[in-house]
């Protein structure tokens, strides 16, 4: 079963979770009175996905980039320094390496962190130039954290 919220929105979709969308809107307007057979829905969409050109599955990659948000500043320091990491020790965990960033991170002072400051402000900058960030963060998970909150505050008034 699954965990987490049921309420809060999924992360980014990726190109194939896009042409699915597409397949089923396409479906609904073409048959809207019939029931859709998710397994069947699924081989039959998986099926023509396979045989698309990678001119066409680009539009869907085109969709599946757009709302990406640039790397922050701290994930630019774990890309560089995970493998690292990673690689000095193969046996430690995912969260290990996680926490052992996290510490490193927490223990450089601000000139150290400053090549990453300036590289995330650039992509963000790039980003905007290119119509692609807008600064803000998804209006649905924005809107489900401030709901979340809501429903906390009620519960601390009862």
């Known amino acids: 079963m699954a965990k987490g ?8 979709m990726s190109a194939y ?8 809107e396409e479906h609904k307007k073409k048959n809207p009175e019939v029931p859709v057979n998710f397994a069947e829905f699924s081989k039959k969409c998986s099926e023509r996905w396979k045989t698309m050109s990678g001119k066409e599955k680009s539009k869907f990659d085109e969709i599946a980039k757009v709302d990406k ?4 500043r701290f994930f630019l320091f774990c890309s560089e ?3 690292k ?7 430690i965990s995912i969260g290990d390496v996680a926490k052992k960033l996290g ?21 963000v900058a790039d980003c905007k130039s290119k119509g692609k960030f807008d600064g803000t963060k998804d209006p649905a998970i924005v809107a489900w954290k401030k709901g979340k909150e809501e429903e906390e505050e009620q519960e601390e008034a009862e």
């Open 85 to 91: 990491i990673k690689s000095t020790n193969p046996t």
């Open 5 to 12: 919220d049921p309420k809060k929105p999924k992360s980014k």
């Open 17 to 24: 979770a896009f042409y699915v969308q597409m397949c089923r």
């Open 103 to 123: 510490e490193m991170w927490n223990n450089l002072n601000d000139s150290e962190k400053q090549p990453y400051i300036t590289k995330a402000e650039k992509d």
């Open 69 to 72: 948000v640039p790397p922050s």
């Open 81 to 83: 320094l995970g493998p």
